[in-house]
């Protein structure tokens, strides 16, 4: 009678492990796709470079308000060293964050050269170590405060 007990527990368990198994196999695959378009879209974007030369007439939208707000004519108070102070806080943050874009493609182009054949494990490694500290930076400053 024990025996039965036993082996309808472990089967119980058996089904539950296979079912949280089967489940996270799930969540996985999710996560990598989801994983691969964000790499693909990074990969595929623009670099700012290469945005600025798209067009003669290209203009970002900070650079625009700007723009407008140098060469308008204001009411005599002259607030544009704070104006002047938060373009430029803004523009070295957008800088930091072009270069983690940049940082993030260079890692996920894994370009190793022929001569490097007994070092790839140590590459790949660097790499995907490149890879989270980039995408971590990423996430905390780009998508963290935009939930807030």
């Known amino acids: ?11 119980s368990i058996q089904f539950t492990l296979q079912r949280e198994n ?28 290469e945005r600025g030369r798209m067009g ?16 308008s ?4 108070t002259d607030d544009r060293p704070a104006a002047d102070f938060q373009v430029l806080s803004v523009r070295n943050e957008e800088a930091e964050l072009q270069e983690m874009i940049e940082k993030l493609k260079d890692a996920l182009s894994l370009q190793i050269k022929p001569g490097q054949m007994p070092s790839i494990k140590q590459e790949l490694l660097h790499t995907a170590g490149q890879v989270s500290r980039c995408y971590t930076d990423l996430i905390s400053k780009i998508i963290e405060p935009t939930l807030r």
């Open 73 to 76: 004519e204001g009411d005599g």
């Open 22 to 49: 089967d489940h996270l196999k799930a969540q996985n695959r999710r996560t990598l796709t989801h994983m691969r378009r964000l790499c693909e879209s990074i990969k595929t974007a623009p670099s700012y470079k």
């Open 56 to 71: 003669s007439g290209y203009c970002s939208g900070l650079d625009k308000v700007t723009h407008d707000k140098c060469n």
């Open 1 to 11: 009678m024990a025996v039965l007990g036993t082996k309808k527990d472990f089967e």
